[in-house]
């Protein structure tokens, strides 16, 4: 079945430490995002990408790093410069086609910093 | 710039009752316009959505028509079941933008047996 995973489903972080969100597709979707949900919230943007070794920066980027090195893979770094990083984060993909960029999401990383 | 607004929830409804949950928009061009529901814990997923004015998207009983003149996308279902309890997200991109969907803030779901 083709679809979206994000691993883990739960994390536990220390303050100071940076820790990695994995996310991978085989929709073969070309466009990957990022975002942010924090609780009574919508979604924000952190960043995205439309092609492999290509990505830029959402509404909140600041503390957080990505890289697009294959079409499957976009992987979500929180780093220690994130004050607030303790939040549920959320990946997405869609094909870019037209007007009608329907996003399809993973089921969700909850990160908790301790 | 672009938003989004729903109605404030929580929405609390008995099994049945008709559904309504308001968003009205804000954009500059005309977006495509969606419904996403999360089940706790979960991530989202599509619910319908609509690419141009007057087009009506469903699915699973659940209905929203893009209004142009009123700007708004408001979703409704004739009768409600308790599996429905969750939160809906309104939300908009633009024509020809792979960037990024404007979210509303959401509306918590309740549907009492």
């Known amino acids: 079945d083709g679809g979206i995973t994000q691993s883990p489903k739960y994390l536990f972080r220390k303050e100071g430490q940076n820790v990695t969100l994995s996310c991978e597709q085989n929709?073969?979707?070309?466009?990957m995002y990022w975002y942010r949900q924090d609780p009574g919230q919508g979604l924000r943007l952190i960043y995205y990408?439309?092609?492999?070794?290509?990505?830029q920066k959402g509404d909140i980027a600041e503390g957080y790093s990505v890289s697009r090195e294959k079409k499957e893979s976009f992987p979500l770094t929180v780093t220690s410069a994130q004050k607030n990083p303790t939040a549920f984060y959320l990946c997405?993909?869609?094909?870019?086609?037209?007007?009608?960029?329907?996003?399809?999401f993973g089921p969700g990383t909850r990160l908790t910093v301790l | 710039g672009n938003s989004v607004t729903q109605m404030e929830g929580p929405v609390t409804l008995s099994e049945e009752a008709f559904l309504t949950i308001n968003c009205t928009y804000t954009?500059?061009?005309?977006?495509?316009l969606f419904w996403y529901v999360q089940y706790p814990g979960e991530g989202l997923q599509l619910l319908l959505k609509a690419t141009k004015a007057d087009d009506k998207g469903s699915n699973k009983g659940f209905e929203a028509t893009y209004r142009k003149e009123t700007t708004s996308f408001h979703l409704e279902k004739g009768s409600v079941q308790v599996s429905d309890s969750a939160v809906y997200f309104c939300a908009l991109s633009l024509s020809g933008s792979a960037r990024q969907l404007t979210f509303g803030s959401g509306t918590q779901l309740t549907v009492l047996p």
């Open positions: 954009a500059t061009g005309y977006p495509s």
């Open positions: 929709l073969n979707h070309d466009a």
């Open positions: 990408s439309q092609i492999v070794n290509d990505f």
């Open positions: 997405a993909s869609s094909i870019p086609r037209g007007g009608t960029d329907t996003q399809y």
